[in-house]
Every structure is written in structure tokens, then in C-alpha cells.
């Protein structure tokens, strides 16, 4: 069965934010939610000041399918299908996003289908720059052009996942036909985001 999660996020990316406002983000200066539909759809979730980085802009990315049985990987958005199939650029190589860090997290609260506040328990949350992800795939001589062109090939072919000889076990690309956006993801293992982490946040309600 093809079918959208797109509304089902929307409830518990609502829930999310409001955890993180609540918990999170009273440690941060110059602290700022969007909530136009211009600006998300720019990758303006949040932006703050914290520490040595002023006025970040960031995208708040959570594993909302997987509360209280987090995945060892985080997916990267390369390119997926709008409504009426035509294929459209994915967020993260999207030169029209303003995004400059991603806020990766994990959940866990007392029920897997989050749609409030109150049923978030903590987060594990990962703040990592879009630009050091970037160059660390460049590095690894995964460039957006080869990233292209490995997803084109992947649906050419109808593959379900295809391992880039250059991923080192580190990253994989993933087509999820079940999905009526038919997306191909790059799977990153969670490694990869930890070592250019700016700051790691373990996010409660007392904390």
C-alpha cells in the first residue's frame, strides 16, 4: 500500500517543538521559532545564538517513525516525487534552503505515536553544521554530482538501496517505494554526525 506520512508528522513535529521550546531552548540567546510556511519551507525551523555561533538558522530533523527505538543512522534528503510525480530536488543539496545546522533527535516518551507535549519523555538531540556534512561527504569523493547521479541510478535500476564504493560503511542510498513521495534518502550512520557535532544534547524535563 503507497500511501503519505506527511500529516501524521506534522502533529508530532507540532509536540516536538514545543518540548524543545520548553526544555531546550531557554538555554539559547536571541532565540526566534518560525512558523510562516515561507520560512519552513526555506529549512527555517529555529534560529539562536549559543556559544560561538550568532543568529544560526536551523532545521530541527526528528526520527519521528522510531520513539523509543532510535536508528544507529540519520537519512539525508537527495530527491523525491510531489503530487503529481515529477521529481523534485531533496532538502539537503536544495540550494534554495537557508539551512545552516540540523538539529538530528531521537525520542523517547510514553507512547510511539507522539501528538503532544506532555508525552515526550526526553531527546537525544545532535547539533551539526550542513556545510561540515557537505564537506565531509566531498572528502570522502562523494560530491552532490556523484550523489545525483548514484540516486538516478537507483531508480533507473528500481533498486530498493544502493552501497556507493566510496560510503566506507559510513552512508548508503535508499528508495522507499512504499511511500507515495517515493523518496531517495541518504542513510548516514549516526558516527558520521557525532565527530562534526558542534554540541551533543541530552534533553529532559528537569534538565
Not at 543568529?55 to 530541527?60: L, P, R, S, W
Not at 557537505?134 to 533507473?156: K, S, V, W
Request: proline content about 2%; aromatic content about 10%.
Amino acid at each position: 500500500m503507497i500511501h503519505s506520512l506527511r500529516a501524521s508528522d506534522t502533529v508530532a513535529e507540532k509536540a516536538v517543538a514545543a518540548f524543545l521550546d520548553r526544555f531546550l531552548y531557554t538555554k539559547m540567546t536571541d532565540f526566534h521559532r518560525y512558523t510562516d510556511k515561507e520560512s519552513q519551507l526555506h529549512g527555517k525551523d529555529v534560529s539562536f545564538s549559543y556559544g560561538s555561533l550568532k543568529h544560526v538558522v536551523v532545521d530541527e530533523k526528528a526520527q519521528l517513525h522510531y520513539v523509543n527505538r532510535p536508528l544507529p543512522t540519520f537519512i539525508l534528503e537527495i530527491n523525491s516525487r510531489d503530487k503529481s510525480g515529477e521529481l523534485r530536488q531533496g532538502w539537503f543539496y536544495d540550494e534554495t534552503k537557508e539551512t545552516q545546522y540540523y538539529l538530528l533527535i531521537r525520542i523517547r516518551a510514553t507512547t510511539e505515536n507522539v501528538e503532544k507535549e506532555g508525552q515526550i519523555e526526553s531527546a537525544d538531540c545532535i547539533l551539526v553544521s550542513r556545510k561540515a556534512i557537505i564537506m565531509r561527504l566531498e572528502e570522502l569523493g562523494f560530491d552532490q554530482n556523484t550523489c545525483q547521479a548514484e540516486a538516478f541510478a537507483l531508480r533507473q535500476n528500481r533498486g530498493e538501496r544502493r552501497y556507493p564504493e566510496q560510503a566506507k560503511g559510513l552512508f548508503y542510498l535508499m528508495r522507499t517505494s512504499t511511500l507515495s513521495e517515493e523518496p531517495v534518502n541518504l542513510v548516514v550512520r549516526m558516527q558520521l554526525f557525532l565527530d562534526l557535532a558542534v554540541e551533543v544534547f541530552n534533553v529532559t524535563r528537569i534538565s
